[in-house]
């Protein structure tokens, strides 16, 4: 899950264009956390904020493919839909509106990221897995309830979803043959 959310960083810093990314505006791309929102975020910032996790019900049955010569059984996992903000901050009004349509058209243009994006970050992905970023319907109130959650400024905000992470869950476990013979030491007598 948080090779998706770095993958996703990595993929806008690397496309950010100069004219964001050098003077005047320095903008970068950032990850943000709880008790970044909560406080008062400062200069021309595109900020990537996890605010909710969901099981994805289209592949609560599915496994993972198997791979190698082993025969055991497909190994399961559990899929989740990723939901997070792109927050644009910055230090004028144009900046902060620049940055998020940036972003915004960059998704659009290119909205999968593949082994390529992840090779770096999570060697666990395979070749034929995506990650789909794709814009979210959220209400206005929703979205204002976030914001008042942390009781800090609104800035300009546009939610999306990655679909879908796909985790490896830990095989069940074994059971062996019952217990026939128990040895016990006695010491010496």
């Not at 900046?95 to 960059?106: G, P, V, Y």
């Amino acid at each position: 899950m948080k090779a998706s959310l770095l993958a996703l960083a990595e993929f806008l810093s690397r496309r950010l264009p100069s004219e964001l990314r050098d003077d005047p505006v320095n903008g970068r791309v950032s990850l943000l956390g709880s008790a970044d929102v909560a406080t008062a975020l400062t200069g021309n910032l595109l900020g990537i904020y996890l605010h909710r996790l969901v099981v994805d019900p289209h592949g609560r049955s599915r496994h993972f493919p198997q791979t190698g010569t082993g025969a055991g059984a497909p190994q399961a996992e559990l899929p989740l839909n990723l939901h997070v903000l792109l927050i644009a901050n910055g230090t004028s009004p144009e900046h902060e509106a620049d940055l998020l349509t940036w972003a915004m058209l960059e998704l659009a243009t290119d909205c999968q990221l593949d082994v390529a994006h992840m090779v770096e970050i999570d060697d666990g992905w395979s070749e034929r897995e995506l990650l789909t970023v794709m814009p979210e319907e959220m209400s206005t109130e929703d979205l204002m309830r976030i914001w008042d959650v942390f009781e800090a400024k609104y800035t300009s905000t546009a939610p999306y979803v990655l679909r879908t992470v796909r985790l490896r869950l830990r095989p069940p476990r074994s059971e062996g043959p019952p217990v026939t013979t128990r040895v016990l030491p006695a010491g010496v007598m």
